[in-house]
């Protein structure tokens, strides 16, 4: 069985749907398993959708948006080995409004029509499920609260992209409607400019590489991202990289992304076997290489300490202002947590390399 949703959390991180933040759907695509025994694809899709109700899902049904292999079907379509389902949905109504909160942002830039964020660690882009308090909407409501063309209750206010919670840099933020579908154009088509810095597990091979392949959820955690070999799965990912440092058992990388697709530079290190140090998700968080020794292992639980999250930063960001043409970059420096990391790292390499 495979899931592929395009909801209001996941499109901010996959820009190759950019354009549909225009749109007021959810979009949901089931492929049914081999083995499937036939059901009603009502009962079918809230075995497989979290979230969604029976009734939402036959609301779907008479209105004509539900789909076995393109064509409408009613709830009772009963779902046979191989079915392709597809259901759009209306967006539920928001479980609350989006408050003003009084929280410092770290404003790289700003002007009448966007404002790039050099994001902390540990701030989550957007409320959602456990988060509705403290993210930087909020902070954005409480900064544009005067400013009648930024909608705060918007479901995505002004977003075109996102990064995640623990992963630090910029972002950049339409402050109204005309450059909002200006940007979300660029990251669509992939005009706009990103580099990230990362600590990876090891060095990987060549000293540069691209990592490829079909980024989707994976089948038995979705909250996880997992790379396939088959479009049918995933989309469509690329990931360039060069190895700025070589610090004996982990290294500094460079990434650029061609495309932006959830978790797509940690699910792309872990595929190729270079996981990003401390990254609790995929598996960054144990000692992956090295030596067995106390010493080592104590130090490598001071480097967890030191870096507490995936070391991760997006370091530049470029794109075309909607309203001038002008092409702008932006560069934030690394992060303290991740400088110390990397400096603790060069000490050990070069105590080793002096024995």
């Known amino acids: 069985m495979i899931e592929e949703t395009f909801d209001d959390t996941e499109l901010l991180d996959d820009v190759d749907e950019t354009i549909l933040l225009q749109d007021k759907f959810e979009h949901f695509r089931v492929v049914a398993d081999k083995g499937q025994g036939l059901l009603r694809v009502d009962k079918f899709l809230t075995n497989h959708l979290e979230k969604i109700s029976r009734n939402r899902i036959q609301e779907a049904a008479d209105a004509g948006s539900l789909y076995a292999n393109g064509k409408a079907v009613k709830s009772n379509y009963k779902v046979k080995p191989d079915d392709i389902i597809t259901i759009e949905l209306d967006y539920p109504k928001q479980e609350l409004k989006i408050i003003a909160q009084d929280i410092p942002l770290n404003i790289v830039y700003e002007d009448e029509d966007l404002i790039v964020i050099n994001k902390p660690a540990g701030m989550v882009v957007h409320p959602g499920y456990g988060n509705y308090s403290g993210t930087m909407v909020n902070a954005l409501a409480w900064h544009m609260k005067d400013n009648p063309m930024f909608a705060a209750n918007d479901p995505r206010p002004g977003l075109v992209h996102r990064i995640d919670k623990d992963t630090t840099g910029l972002l950049v933020v339409a402050k109204n409607e005309f450059a909002k579908t200006h940007l979300a154009s660029q990251f669509f088509h992939k005009t706009s400019q990103r580099t990230y810095v990362a600590v990876a597990w090891g060095v990987p091979p060549d000293g540069e590489g691209t990592i490829t392949g079909y980024i989707g959820r994976n089948l038995t955690d979705r909250r996880l991202m997992h790379i396939f070999d088959s479009e049918d799965k995933g989309k469509w990912a690329v990931t360039h990289y060069k190895v700025l440092e070589d610090l004996g058992y982990v290294s500094v990388v460079e990434c650029k992304l061609e495309t932006g697709r959830t978790h ?85 390499l070069g105590a080793r390399e002096e024995e």
């Open 264 to 348: 797509q530079i940690r699910i792309s290190f872990k595929y190729i076997g270079y996981p990003l140090f401390n990254d609790s998700t995929y598996g960054g968080d144990s000692i992956l290489r090295g030596t067995t020794f106390t010493k080592y292992k104590q130090f490598v639980q001071n480097a967890f300490a030191i870096c507490p999250r995936q070391a991760l930063h997006a370091k530049t960001l470029g794109f075309v202002h909607p309203r001038t043409g002008e092409f702008m970059q932006f560069e934030s420096e690394i992060p303290a947590d991740m400088l110390a990391l990397i400096s603790k790292w060069r000490a050990y």
